[in-house]
Each structure stands twice: as structure tokens, then as C-alpha cells.
């Protein structure tokens, strides 16, 4: 279907509405393909906007092996869609990369969904907000539905609106990475060197193996990421005489990784153990530091940074050819400033989602923060926000939360559209 949309005309600033959509998915990553999967069965009118091109963010990892089977990374409707192609998907149990699991899956998952919705790639979505109604207005007021979602849309150089019924928010936290210095702020210096900086896992045995292959990187951050980081650095480190790096983290345990008690995914605990015993035994030149954080950055020149870290209490001022902050990502809430958006403090994702998470880790918060949230612990009401018809879905309603897994994002799919009355019958009918 085409897209069914306000174009503004910049010469005399009269938009001509001409309807209104069933429903907006920004992000057009697993979770938001499987939302247009699934609104296309209700037979909703759907327009799907990604700033980039599909799956751009599995993209930028599509080296990285997930951990999980490929049955937990399709969704049922994107499955049923695809339903003839049984032959051509992978089989359930399939570790893929993301370059598989995009070329094997997204992409024809998308490619089927472009004559049922409206697929917008390189369509940057600016800010969300309901067509006439401030954010201050009818407080936690069902009758704000009465007013349609306008959505201010940036593409080819020009602005248009588009307006919706109802809004998921799928577009996830990855191009957002946290900040290295302490309490989660900018070290200092960190603002100016943040270029050159690397905040995600890189291919430090493939693509970019000639920009770590003997230099020395520093490597800062204690989760999976950081830890298929480390692995990588020490394989190069065996390999390659005069590669050398310190791997800093927060951790204040004997070791950078906990185990997770009971871990369903076999791959996670080799690369667990892998860590730890990198971090207990280090190669020549290379080293593990606990109880240490970032304090102050500098590029001097095209080959290195100066830096000071602070380990258990002591300041330590050293040099390193590269830097690579595996530290974890947030979302980004400038989308949905002008709505009623309950944000969980600590989690900075919503209120509903973050809660359950932190029930699900127990009253103090100790257990590893990369375990598998099964179905039970989320459900349809942890999704509800004040604004009715908004729904931050996927990666970013888990916000800074590193526990999120794509098959609790098509669980959240089904419960948003059970709490929208969308799963038994079509919509009413775009207006």
C-alpha cells in the first residue's frame, strides 16, 4: 500500500491531511518486521519507518554468532508469512551470525512484507506527539485516543507528517552507547575523543584485525560484549608478537563474568569461562584490572590516547594505541518527549518493563543482569504507558537493561496487539 500521509508545503505552511494510519512501527530491526508481520494479518493499514535500511543494526554485528537458536530469533507471524520458504530457513536449532540471520531471514521476511505495508528506509522519524494535544494535557486520560499520533518524518531532505492511531516504538538502543567514564557520564575528555573511541564490539579477528594486530588497547566494560572483546584480543595477542591489551572493568569479584545458574544457551557459558580464564591467566603484556574505571581521556596525536584510570583507589596514568568501551547502550527518549511516558528511573526504559525486570532479579539486584527473562516474568500490562496507543517494544523498553533476547520482543509484539484488540478481527479501517 502506499503511504498515507501530510505532506507539508513549506510555501505557505497548509498541510492537507488525508488520513489516518492504523499503526507507525519506527524501526525496521526483528521486532519491528515482526510487528508489520502480525498488523498485516489484522489487516491494518501499516507504515514502517526505518532511518536506515532493514536490520541496519544486525547489520553493523553481522559477524557476531548469537548465542541463541535460530527459533528464538523468528517470530511466529514473520514465520507464517514466510511459510512457503520452510526449505530456505534455517533450521530451528541454527547458531547464525547476524549477517546470516538477516540475509536468511529479515530480508526476505521484509521483502514479503513490501507489497502489504508501507516500508520507509532511510525515513528518520524526528519526534512523535499526539496531533493536537500537549504532553500536559488530559493527564492519564483515555481520552487523549481521541486525538490521532503525528509523526514528524525526515526524508530524502524534506519533512513530512504522518499520522496513526496507535505507535510502536522498535527502534531499539543500539546506535546509542553509554558513556565510559564514572556513574555512566563522560570521563573527561571522553566528549572529544568520542570519534575515536570504538563503542561496539569490533571484528578484532576479521575486518579490523590490522587496526589491533600489535598495537595495545585498552578495553573498558564487564558484560558479553566486553568479554567476546577480551577473547578476541587474546586469540590476536597468541598470534600476532606485540599485540597487548588491559581489560578494565567495574567488577569488584574474583572474576569479570558470573556464571548464570541453570544458562539455557551453551555457547554464553564457554564464553564465560573463556573470559574468566583470560582474566585469571593473561598473555605476556596483557592484563585484567578489577575495581576500575575511566577518569580522563586524551588523543594526542593520530596513534594514541593518554588516559587515567582509577584501580582500587589508585590513580594510573597510561597509553594505548586504541580504546574499545563495550559498556552497553540506552535509548533515546527525545522521540517521545511531548508524550505521557512513565520512565523508570534506574533503567531509563519504561516503568512497566523495567519493574518486571527488577522483580525478576530479586529484591537485591545481585543476580547477573544477562539472564533470560521467560514470559512470566513480562506480560501484557508491564507494556502499558499513560499515553494510550504508544508502545516501546524490543530492545529499548528494556533500556540500559542488558537482559533483553529478540523472542521477548515477539511475545511483546502479541501482548501489544492483544491490548489493542488487534489479534481476533481486522481494524475498523484506516480514516
Known amino acids: 500500500m502506499n503511504a498515507v500521509e501530510t505532506a507539508v508545503n513549506h510555501d505557505d505552511l497548509e498541510p492537507a491531511r488525508v488520513r489516518t494510519m492504523d499503526l507507525a ?21 501499516t507504515v514502517l519507518f526505518d532511518a536506515g535500511a532493514v536490520a541496519d543494526h544486525v547489520r553493523a554485528w553481522g559477524w557476531l554468532r548469537l548465542f541463541s537458536p535460530f527459533e528464538w530469533n523468528a517470530g511466529p507471524a514473520g514465520l507464517e508469512l514466510l511459510g512457503g520458504r520452510e526449505a530456505e530457513l534455517p533450521a530451528a536449532g541454527a547458531l547464525l551470525t547476524g549477517t546470516e540471520l538477516r540475509t536468511r ?141 588491559t581489560w578494565a572493568s567495574r567488577e569488584a569479584h574474583g572474576t569479570p563474568l558470573r556464571a548464570i545458574p541453570d544458562d539455557p544457551l551453551p555457547e554464553r ?58 559498556v552497553g547502550y540506552e535509548p533515546d527518549d527525545r522521540l517521545y518527549r511531548q508524550l505521557q511516558v512513565h520512565v523508570c528511573y534506574a533503567s531509563h526504559g519504561p516503568m512497566g518493563v523495567s519493574a518486571a525486570l527488577l522483580a525478576a532479579q530479586g529484591p537485591q539486584g545481585d543476580a547477573p543482569s544477562d539472564c533470560c527473562i521467560g514470559a512470566e516474568a513480562l506480560g501484557p500490562e508491564t507494556l502499558r504507558n499513560p499515553e494510550p496507543g504508544f508502545f516501546i517494544l524490543g530492545a529499548k523498553s528494556f533500556g540500559k537493561n542488558s537482559a533483553f533476547l529478540m523472542r521477548a520482543g515477539f511475545e511483546q509484539v502479541a501482548d501489544a496487539f492483544s491490548l489493542l484488540g488487534w489479534n481476533a478481527a481486522r481494524a475498523t479501517g484506516a480514516r
Not at 31 to 41: H, P, Y
Open 25 to 45: 512501527i519506527i524501526g525496521a530491526g526483528p521486532v519491528g518486521l515482526e510487528a508489520a508481520a502480525r498488523a498485516t494479518r489484522a489487516g491494518l493499514a
Open 105 to 245: 531471514y529479515l530480508l526476505p521476511l521484509a521483502e514479503s512484507l513490501r507489497s502489504r505495508v508501507d516500508l520507509r528506509e532511510g525515513a528518520r522519524v524526528r519526534d512523535v506527539a499526539r496531533a493536537d494535544r500537549l504532553k500536559g494535557e488530559a493527564l492519564g486520560d483515555a481520552a487523549r485516543a481521541e486525538q490521532p499520533f503525528r509523526l514528524l518524518v525526515e526524508e530524502n531532505g524534506a519533512e513530512t507528517e504522518v499520522f496513526a492511531r496507535a505507535v510502536f516504538d522498535c527502534s531499539g538502543t543500539y546506535g546509542r552507547p553509554n558513556w565510559a567514564g564514572p556513574g555512566g557520564t563522560p570521563a573527561i575528555g571522553e566528549r572529544s575523543a568520542r570519534r575515536a573511541i570504538e563503542y561496539r564490539v569490533r571484528d578484532v579477528l576479521g575486518a579490523q584485525r590490522g587496526r589491533y594486530a600489535a598495537r595495545r588497547t585498552l578495553l573498558l566494560g564487564s558484560g558479553h560484549s566486553a568479554a567476546t572483546t577480551a577473547c578476541a584480543l587474546a586469540a590476536l595477542a597468541r598470534s600476532v608478537p606485540g599485540t597487548r591489551f
Open 269 to 326: 557459558v564457554r564464553l564465560t569461562r573463556r573470559a574468566n580464564a583470560i582474566a585469571a591467566e593473561p598473555a605476556p603484556g596483557c592484563e585484567w584490572l578489577s575495581r576500575s574505571r575511566l577518569l580522563a581521556v586524551a588523543q594526542r596525536d593520530s596513534r594514541g590516547f593518554e588516559v587515567d584510570l582509577e584501580v582500587a583507589g589508585n590513580v594510573r596514568r597510561d597509553r594505548f594505541d586504541r580504546i574499545v568501551a563495550n
